[in-house]
């Protein structure tokens, strides 16, 4: 039955518009078709409270299947609602049936927050601006979700209506114009906005339906889930990928590759030199197509020495900076076997280039240690430059 025709206590209407929580609580678990009868022995009695309910399409007002549903604890009895990582405050994940129905038992009393997310809809994530604390994560639901109270012997209801999300989707290219296949595709926000550069979460987590798409053998992407606001698309090379191996013994080592390159909307490898839009609620954008420049690419490559009688340095690091504003371009490590470097996909302009070593019997530096002295150079790149010898001064 839809959401309206459930039995309820409260109602309460989410921010920014991503979801309806209707709320019934204080169902007794009576009847031999209790929850409890379906669940494991607990360890103790008091851990008997069970949340369920239903999810719901907003658009389309069916039944949301397979949608995944998270069960965070907030406040627990003799919990601080600080240490996330203790097993009484765990969350605990599940997924809707055919029926869109969801049911965890086995809960301690006290308050929870349930989130609710499935493909193409707006998930709790996308509406909080906050960093990777899971205090600062909780603080900031807590903004958008109310709390549900789960007590002994009771079952806690909510329903959760999703809202459909907007659509962001196109094609990467190369330009000799084949496809550019297995990018990662990501929306961040824009140069200048707050949190600049910063990746909009799409799903609940990384693990659980990530916050990007990859291109096809088409090249082409489609994020989905989007709310509202302005954006930029940037695409990543894949780093590494296991494909091909396993040909006869089932597994391989796998060499992962660094491009340390992204293209924005607007085809810039710079996020400041990007083209922002925006979407409204709802749309469908189509058409947000980016084509990787290869012919304006090039590779700085290099080795790394002691001024004082040209022995490698095997440990220590290069950065390629931009010459208006010094924010970092590329950068790689230092071959730990013949201290050589190499920069790819590096586009024509003015740069410095910034070498920090040590010698390899050190081992790595730790901290701000450094066995030889910095150097920073200018470099203008007009073309592939290979044979670069930097030499570096002992402290």
Not at 222 to 231: A, D, E, I, M, Q
Not at 370 to 391: F, K
Request: hydrophobic share 40%; glycine share 10%.
């Amino acid at each position: 039955m839809p959401p309206s025709q459930h039995r309820t206590t409260s109602r309460s209407r989410i921010s920014a518009g991503v979801a309806y929580l209707i709320i019934a609580t204080g169902v007794p678990l009576i009847g031999e078709h209790s929850p409890l009868q379906d669940t494991p022995t607990v360890p103790s009695q008091e851990r008997v409270g069970v949340v369920t309910g239903h999810v719901y399409c907003g658009d389309t007002h069916q039944l949301a299947r397979f949608a995944s549903v998270v069960v965070q604890p907030l406040e627990l009895p003799g919990s601080t609602g600080k240490d996330l990582r203790t097993a009484v405050e765990m969350p605990t994940a599940t997924h809707t049936d055919f029926d869109g129905k969801f049911t965890v038992s086995n809960l301690l009393p006290g308050s929870y927050l349930v989130l609710a997310w499935l493909p193409g809809y707006v998930g709790p994530f996308a509406q909080i601006k906050t960093g990777v604390e899971p205090a600062r994560v909780l603080q900031a639901l807590k903004t958008v979700l109310p709390r549900i109270e789960v007590k002994n012997h009771l079952v806690t209801t909510i329903d959760i209506t999703l809202v459909r999300g907007a659509v962001v989707s196109g094609s990467v290219a190369y330009d000799d114009g084949s496809p550019a296949v297995g990018f990662q595709m990501n929306l961040l926000n824009p140069f200048g906005a707050e949190k600049s550069g910063q990746t909009v979460q799409l799903g609940i987590s990384s693990s659980d339906f990530p916050a990007f798409d990859i291109t096809d053998d088409s090249g082409q992407y489609r994020l989905s889930g989007v709310l509202p606001g302005s954006y930029v698309v940037a695409a990543t090379p894949p780093s590494g990928s296991p494909r091909g191996c396993g040909i006869a013994s089932g597994s391989c080592a796998i060499v992962m590759a660094d491009p340390n390159f992204r293209i924005y909307s607007g085809n810039s490898l710079r996020l400041k030199d990007s083209k922002a839009f925006s979407i409204v609620e709802g749309e469908q954008r189509n058409g947000v197509d980016l084509v990787v420049p290869l012919m304006h690419l090039h590779q700085v490559a290099g080795v790394v020495v002691a001024e004082s009688d040209g022995h490698l340095l095997k440990r220590g690091f290069v950065e390629l900076l931009h010459a208006d504003d010094r924010t970092v371009a590329q950068r790689t490590h230092l071959n730990n076997d013949d201290g050589t470097f190499v920069l790819g996909f590096v586009q024509d302009g003015e740069y410095l280039l910034q070498v920090r070593a040590a010698d390899a019997a050190t081992g790595a530096p730790t901290g701000n240690v450094w066995t030889y002295r910095d150097r920073i150079m200018p470099i203008e790149i007009t073309g592939n430059v290979t044979d670069l010898i930097i030499s570096l001064d002992a402290k």
